[in-house]
Nanobody, 125 residues
Framework: QVQLVQSGGGSVQPGGSLSLSCTAS????????MGWFRQAPGKQRGGIAV????????YCNAFARNRFYISLDRAKKTLGLQMNSLQPEDTATYYC??????????????????WGQGTQVTVTS
């Protein structure tokens, strides 16, 4: 089993920055990949970025490139997401996730088994 506890997020003005953290428990085998997803009201949950225990990562959607940065502190079992130049369309509930999946870059929510509790990010002036 893996438990994921999220922290961070909140409210920020357009152009601002926020960071999210996700601390994991459980064995490495059950969290070979970890990632960030988000879900806006009325929309499906979508991938932001994923990273594996070796440090390989990818951004799952174009909006994340050059603004969002994923990180993994393996010693602290902490997944991070630095979000810069935030815009109102980034408003959503953000989730971290983990999976024992060992294939190539998993960007679909259905590929993940364990989920954090979700954190609200609101971008508004």
């Amino acid at each position: 089993q893996v438990q994921l506890v999220q922290s961070g997020g909140g409210s920020v003005q357009p152009g601002g920055s926020l960071s999210l953290s996700c601390t994991a428990s459980g064995t490495t085998d059950n969290r070979r990949w970890m990632g960030w997803f988000r879900q806006a009201p009325g929309k499906q949950r979508g991938g932001i970025a994923v990273i594996n225990t070796s440090g390989d990562f990818t951004y799952c959607n174009a909006f994340a490139r050059n603004r969002f940065y994923i990180s993994l502190d393996r010693a602290k079992k902490t997944l991070g997401l630095q979000m810069n130049s935030l815009q109102p369309e980034d408003t959503a509930t953000y989730y971290c996730a983990a999976t024992p999946y060992s294939g190539p870059y998993p960007c679909q929510p259905r590929q993940f088994t364990y989920w954090g509790q979700g954190t609200q990010v609101t971008v508004t002036s």
